[in-house]
Protein backbone atom coordinates (compact mmCIF):
# COMPACT_ATOMS: atom_id res chain seq x y z
CA UNK A 1 0.00 0.00 0.00
CA UNK A 2 1.51 3.56 -1.04
CA UNK A 3 1.57 5.63 2.34
CA UNK A 4 1.89 9.28 2.42
CA UNK A 5 2.60 11.38 5.42
CA UNK A 6 -0.66 13.21 5.86
CA UNK A 7 -1.83 16.53 3.93
CA UNK A 8 -1.57 20.06 5.24
CA UNK A 9 -4.04 21.98 3.70
CA UNK A 10 -3.20 25.60 1.45
CA UNK A 11 -6.28 27.62 3.64
CA UNK A 12 -8.51 26.67 6.03
CA UNK A 13 -11.59 25.95 3.70
CA UNK A 14 -9.55 23.70 1.89
CA UNK A 15 -10.81 20.18 1.54
CA UNK A 16 -8.44 17.28 1.87
CA UNK A 17 -9.97 14.24 -0.87
CA UNK A 18 -8.91 10.53 -1.04
CA UNK A 19 -9.76 9.09 -4.47
CA UNK A 20 -9.86 5.08 -4.35
CA UNK A 21 -10.64 2.95 -7.00
CA UNK A 22 -10.95 -0.56 -6.57
CA UNK A 23 -10.42 -3.10 -9.41
CA UNK A 24 -8.59 -6.39 -9.57
CA UNK A 25 -7.98 -5.79 -13.73
CA UNK A 26 -7.16 -2.10 -13.46
CA UNK A 27 -4.75 -2.76 -10.31
CA UNK A 28 -2.24 -5.45 -11.59
CA UNK A 29 -2.23 -3.29 -14.77
CA UNK A 30 -4.42 -5.38 -17.42
CA UNK A 31 -6.18 -2.00 -18.34
CA UNK A 32 -6.13 1.40 -17.32
CA UNK A 33 -7.99 2.52 -14.09
CA UNK A 34 -10.73 4.95 -15.57
CA UNK A 35 -12.27 5.96 -11.92
CA UNK A 36 -9.42 8.03 -9.98
CA UNK A 37 -9.37 10.76 -12.90
CA UNK A 38 -13.01 10.78 -13.12
CA UNK A 39 -13.59 11.87 -10.21
CA UNK A 40 -10.78 14.48 -9.28
CA UNK A 41 -11.70 16.06 -12.91
CA UNK A 42 -15.80 16.37 -11.56
CA UNK A 43 -14.02 17.45 -8.77
CA UNK A 44 -11.82 20.31 -10.02
CA UNK A 45 -14.72 21.83 -11.49
CA UNK A 46 -17.29 21.75 -8.72
CA UNK A 47 -14.97 22.65 -5.69
CA UNK A 48 -15.05 26.54 -5.51
CA UNK A 49 -11.73 26.51 -3.09
CA UNK A 50 -9.68 23.57 -4.33
CA UNK A 51 -8.87 20.49 -3.05
CA UNK A 52 -5.57 18.34 -2.57
CA UNK A 53 -5.95 14.66 -3.36
CA UNK A 54 -4.61 11.21 -2.25
CA UNK A 55 -5.47 8.56 -4.84
CA UNK A 56 -5.36 4.95 -4.38
CA UNK A 57 -5.76 2.17 -6.66
CA UNK A 58 -6.24 -1.43 -4.99
CA UNK A 59 -7.66 -4.93 -6.00
CA UNK A 60 -11.08 -6.21 -4.72
CA UNK A 61 -10.19 -7.55 -1.47
CA UNK A 62 -11.85 -6.27 1.62
CA UNK A 63 -8.97 -6.20 4.08
CA UNK A 64 -6.96 -3.88 1.98
CA UNK A 65 -10.01 -1.79 0.68
CA UNK A 66 -10.48 -1.47 4.81
CA UNK A 67 -6.93 -0.59 5.51
CA UNK A 68 -7.00 1.72 2.97
CA UNK A 69 -9.98 3.74 3.82
CA UNK A 70 -8.83 3.80 7.66
CA UNK A 71 -4.93 4.98 6.38
CA UNK A 72 -7.27 7.95 3.88
CA UNK A 73 -8.21 9.17 7.22
CA UNK A 74 -6.45 8.69 10.11
CA UNK A 75 -3.07 9.14 8.98
CA UNK A 76 -3.52 11.18 5.50
CA UNK A 77 -6.30 13.54 7.09
CA UNK A 78 -8.89 13.52 4.58
CA UNK A 79 -12.16 14.88 5.45
CA UNK A 80 -13.95 13.08 2.30
CA UNK A 81 -13.06 9.54 0.64
CA UNK A 82 -14.74 8.56 -2.54
CA UNK A 83 -14.41 4.94 -3.95
CA UNK A 84 -15.20 3.74 -7.24
CA UNK A 85 -16.00 0.20 -8.21
CA UNK A 86 -17.19 -3.10 -6.77
CA UNK A 87 -20.40 -2.43 -5.31
CA UNK A 88 -22.36 -4.96 -7.50
CA UNK A 89 -23.27 -8.49 -6.53
CA UNK A 90 -20.91 -10.27 -7.81
CA UNK A 91 -18.44 -12.33 -5.44
CA UNK A 92 -15.38 -10.28 -6.22
CA UNK A 93 -17.92 -7.37 -4.91
CA UNK A 94 -16.90 -6.41 -1.37
CA UNK A 95 -16.35 -2.47 -1.10
CA UNK A 96 -19.45 -2.01 0.91
CA UNK A 97 -19.01 -4.54 3.58
CA UNK A 98 -15.15 -2.88 3.63
CA UNK A 99 -16.56 0.37 4.31
CA UNK A 100 -19.22 -0.38 6.91
CA UNK A 101 -16.52 -2.37 8.33
CA UNK A 102 -14.74 0.96 9.32
CA UNK A 103 -17.18 3.32 9.68
CA UNK A 104 -18.88 4.66 12.86
CA UNK A 105 -21.92 5.99 12.05
CA UNK A 106 -23.95 4.74 8.34
CA UNK A 107 -25.32 7.24 6.00
CA UNK A 108 -28.15 5.19 4.21
CA UNK A 109 -29.34 8.36 2.47
CA UNK A 110 -26.87 8.79 -0.17
CA UNK A 111 -27.15 4.89 -1.22
CA UNK A 112 -30.59 5.53 -1.61
CA UNK A 113 -30.20 8.73 -3.90
CA UNK A 114 -27.35 7.25 -5.84
CA UNK A 115 -29.85 3.99 -6.42
CA UNK A 116 -32.76 6.94 -7.46
CA UNK A 117 -30.32 8.54 -9.93
CA UNK A 118 -29.59 5.42 -11.67
CA UNK A 119 -33.19 4.10 -11.55
CA UNK A 120 -33.48 6.80 -14.22
CA UNK A 121 -31.30 4.85 -16.96
CA UNK A 122 -31.35 1.11 -15.93
CA UNK A 123 -33.37 -1.39 -14.15
CA UNK A 124 -29.95 -2.66 -12.60
CA UNK A 125 -29.77 -0.07 -10.85
CA UNK A 126 -31.24 -2.25 -8.15
CA UNK A 127 -28.40 -4.30 -7.76
CA UNK A 128 -26.30 -1.80 -6.62
CA UNK A 129 -25.33 -1.93 -2.83
CA UNK A 130 -23.18 1.37 -2.59
CA UNK A 131 -23.34 2.99 1.05
CA UNK A 132 -21.90 5.94 3.37
CA UNK A 133 -20.19 6.31 6.45
CA UNK A 134 -19.23 8.55 8.66
CA UNK A 135 -15.47 7.19 10.36
CA UNK A 136 -14.53 8.96 13.48
CA UNK A 137 -11.30 9.30 15.76
CA UNK A 138 -10.79 11.10 18.87
CA UNK A 139 -9.72 14.12 16.77
CA UNK A 140 -11.08 14.30 13.41
CA UNK A 141 -13.82 12.89 11.11
CA UNK A 142 -14.69 12.15 7.37
CA UNK A 143 -17.25 10.88 4.98
CA UNK A 144 -16.35 8.00 2.95
CA UNK A 145 -19.34 7.52 -0.32
CA UNK A 146 -19.18 4.68 -2.54
CA UNK A 147 -19.37 5.44 -5.98
CA UNK A 148 -20.29 3.67 -9.36
CA UNK A 149 -17.24 2.31 -11.47
CA UNK A 150 -18.26 4.32 -14.97
CA UNK A 151 -17.00 7.64 -15.48
CA UNK A 152 -20.34 9.18 -16.68
CA UNK A 153 -22.46 7.79 -13.93
CA UNK A 154 -19.51 8.78 -11.51
CA UNK A 155 -21.12 12.26 -12.66
CA UNK A 156 -24.86 11.75 -12.89
CA UNK A 157 -24.13 10.31 -8.98
CA UNK A 158 -22.47 13.14 -7.78
CA UNK A 159 -24.11 16.37 -9.89
CA UNK A 160 -27.67 14.66 -10.70
CA UNK A 161 -29.78 15.17 -13.45
CA UNK A 162 -30.53 18.48 -15.33
CA UNK A 163 -33.51 19.18 -18.04
CA UNK A 164 -32.04 21.12 -21.34
CA UNK A 165 -32.56 24.76 -19.22
CA UNK A 166 -30.04 23.13 -16.80
CA UNK A 167 -32.83 22.85 -14.17
CA UNK A 168 -32.80 20.06 -11.47
CA UNK A 169 -34.67 17.04 -12.05
CA UNK A 170 -32.80 14.50 -9.56
CA UNK A 171 -30.53 16.16 -7.07
CA UNK A 172 -27.23 14.89 -7.16
CA UNK A 173 -25.83 13.43 -4.02
CA UNK A 174 -23.01 16.03 -3.51
CA UNK A 175 -25.49 18.49 -3.08
CA UNK A 176 -25.55 17.14 0.76
CA UNK A 177 -21.71 16.76 1.31
CA UNK A 178 -20.85 20.39 2.02
CA UNK A 179 -23.37 20.38 5.08
CA UNK A 180 -22.29 16.83 6.59
CA UNK A 181 -18.78 17.78 6.06
CA UNK A 182 -19.35 21.20 8.56
CA UNK A 183 -21.47 18.48 10.71
CA UNK A 184 -18.83 16.47 11.52
CA UNK A 185 -15.94 19.64 11.50
CA UNK A 186 -14.74 19.80 8.38
CA UNK A 187 -13.67 22.48 6.68
CA UNK A 188 -16.62 25.11 4.78
CA UNK A 189 -16.82 23.72 1.40
CA UNK A 190 -18.47 25.70 -1.56
CA UNK A 191 -19.17 24.93 -5.18
CA UNK A 192 -19.77 25.93 -8.47
CA UNK A 193 -23.41 25.92 -8.48
CA UNK A 194 -23.50 25.69 -12.48
CA UNK A 195 -22.03 21.96 -11.25
CA UNK A 196 -23.71 21.34 -8.51
CA UNK A 197 -25.56 23.61 -5.60
CA UNK A 198 -24.37 22.75 -1.96
CA UNK A 199 -27.43 23.06 0.26
CA UNK A 200 -27.19 24.25 3.63
CA UNK A 201 -30.30 25.21 6.01
CA UNK A 202 -29.99 29.07 6.27
CA UNK A 203 -28.52 29.23 9.27
CA UNK A 204 -25.36 27.15 8.36
CA UNK A 205 -24.69 29.86 5.57
CA UNK A 206 -21.51 31.21 5.94
CA UNK A 207 -21.92 35.48 5.84
CA UNK A 208 -19.55 36.73 3.39
Aim: proline fraction near 6%; include cysteine.
Amino acid sequence: MSIEKRLVRAHPDQLLVGLVSISDRASSGTYEDQGIPALQTWLEGALLNGAQFAARLIPDEQTVISATLIELVDEVGCDLVLTTGGTGPARRDVTPEATLAVGTKVMPGFGEQMRQISLQFVPTAILSRQVAVVRETEDHAALIINLPGQPKAIRETLEGLKDEQGKSLVAGVFAAVPYCIDLIGGPYIETHEHVVKAFRPKSAVRVK
